[in-house]
């Protein structure tokens, strides 16, 4: 399965983690689990894990992404935050 | 799966609290599957109490392991079976139940139906009566398919249909995928081991190596269809199956019996692979400090498989599989698909079986008594 996914995000709005997912820290990142969809999903970087997190803390996403994020990993991470939208696990606040 | 070797490699040496924790809430089963992993019959007096079963869900959700996989024997024949899966559930921890549906009535059903986060696994090893009841037990068929049409009108959603693998049943395949797709069910195909009673079954039963490839083939063509990771003896084959394709024992996996023993992973009820239990110390403990699972997580040896090409692919297959067939450790997976497990199962010398370390299958009795004339 890739995880690859085009970034879809509009990052002018702000996203949240759903109220249906756990996380959970690991070593490689965390363990994300949606209990809706059953759907377990692994953050492969402590930044994208501080990333999810804070999310709630920041007017939109282009705020956290400016705040957490090196501007030339922005489209990476923009990409993860997408895919992590496309399971369900991220939503429009 | 290269891009994520990486995180394979970390899944071996680990993780702060297992992603699939199976709990056997009970020993006591109205059923004798002759495949039974945990030789379950007899309920044993030592089992957890309510008090204790919640005490260990608390733990549970404290490590936050997201959801538990529930089996026995036989789960509903507990009494606190609702309470408990209630307690869970309202704890946030997924329950995941396996059941034979014996038990499974239209009440059942509707309060089932009425619990979020709770998936049911069906058992059928058999798209028929007979094919099922040869391993299941007399009756077993029709009390399975009644389970499944109490969940059907309950609108219980899509449950699913667990079934083991065996020579018999792997020509059922489209016919297993007919039957889910008639009730909106996920189908579900596992692996058979030979542990518990599959100790005695498992020369008899575990499919041929022609119809493991069928097999592997039928999988690749349905990602849909789950698995459990358990065929990852079968990734040698060609690209890899879904999953993590790795022995998750004691690093990703583990198993908690019904008096609160760890084991490493599901198939290996037996002393050897004990890392403690959870009445000691507490779960957490077992898990991030026990001698056993330290040890699992140690960077492995290759064995006799060092020198094959597809060890990548497979890593040696099952440790349950090699040990409950008198293999070593380091020896291939009794079904590796290249036939080098049949080689070494062939050179096996004085071969004794492991015997599970908990048997509790109801004694056969003796003498049959029969009332005459009446």
């Given at each position: 399965m890739s995880d690859v996914a085009t970034a879809t995000l509009d990052a002018s709005r702000a996203w949240v983690l759903s109220p249906e997912v756990s996380l959970r820290d690991e070593a490689f990142g965390a363990l994300a689990y949606h209990h809706g969809n059953r759907r377990l999903v692994f953050l492969k970087s402590p930044t994208l894990v501080a990333l999810v997190r804070a999310l709630d803390t920041y007017e939109n996403l282009n705020g956290a992404l400016d705040a957490l994020v090196a501007p030339a990993e922005r489209s990476r991470y923009l990409q993860a935050l997408s895919s992590l939208e496309q399971s369900g696990l991220l939503r429009a606040s | 799966m290269p891009a994520n070797s990486s995180l394979r490699d970390r899944f071996e040496r680990g993780l702060a609290a297992p992603i699939c924790l199976t709990w056997e809430l009970t020993y006591a089963c109205n059923l004798a599957c002759t495949h039974c992993l945990s030789s379950s019959g007899r309920r044993d007096p030592r089992e957890l109490s309510t008090a204790e079963a919640k005490s260990l869900i608390d733990e549970i959700a404290a490590m936050q392991i997201f959801y538990i996989n529930v089996g026995g024997g036989e789960p509903m024949v507990r009494r606190d079976f609702f309470e408990l899966v209630e307690y869970a559930v309202a704890a946030h921890v997924g329950v995941k139940f396996s059941t034979n549906g014996t038990r499974l009535d239209a009440a059942a059903a509707r309060r089932l139906a009425a619990t979020d986060y709770l998936d049911i696994q069906i058992s059928l090893d058999g798209v028929d009566a007979p094919t099922n009841d040869a391993i299941r037990g007399a009756g077993s068929y029709a009390a399975a398919r009644r389970a499944m049409d109490h969940l059907a009108a309950a609108n219980f959603g899509p449950f699913k249909i667990s079934v083991v693998m065996t020579r018999h049943n792997v020509a059922q395949l489209d016919a297993f995928e007919a039957l889910a797709a008639s009730y909106g069910a996920q189908l579900r195909l596992t692996r058979l081991r030979p542990s518990g009673r599959g100790v005695d079954t498992w020369d008899a039963l575990h499919p041929t190596r022609a119809q493991n490839r069928d097999l592997y083939h039928w999988l690749v063509a349905r990602p849909e269809v789950l698995t459990g990771d358990s065929f990852f003896h079968l990734s040698p084959l060609g690209a890899p199956l879904d999953g993590l394709n790795l022995c998750g024992a004691g690093r990703v996996v583990c198993l908690i019996d019904p008096i609160g023993d760890v084991y490493a992973c599901p198939f290996?009820?037996?002393?050897?692979?004990?890392?403690?239990?959870?009445?000691?110390?507490?779960?957490?403990?077992?898990?991030?400090?026990?001698?056993?699972?330290?040890?699992?997580?140690?960077?492995?040896?290759?064995?006799?498989?060092?020198?094959?090409?597809?060890?990548?692919?497979?890593?040696?297959?099952?440790?349950?599989?090699?040990?409950?067939?008198?293999?070593?450790?380091?020896?291939p997976d009794p079904e590796c698909v290249f036939g080098h497990g049949e080689t070494a199962l062939a050179q096996r010398v004085a071969v004794a079986l492991p015997t599970p370390k908990e048997d509790h299958s109801r004694r056969v009795a003796l003498t049959v008594r029969s009332r005459v004339g009446g």
């Open positions: - | 290996v009820i037996h002393e050897q692979f004990l890392a403690g239990n959870v009445r000691d110390a507490g779960f957490a403990t077992v898990w991030r400090e026990s001698e056993l699972f330290t040890s699992l997580r140690a960077e492995g040896s290759a064995g006799a498989c060092a020198s094959c090409g597809a060890y990548d692919a497979c890593r040696g297959g099952c440790m349950a599989a090699k040990f409950f067939t008198g293999l070593e450790l380091s020896d």
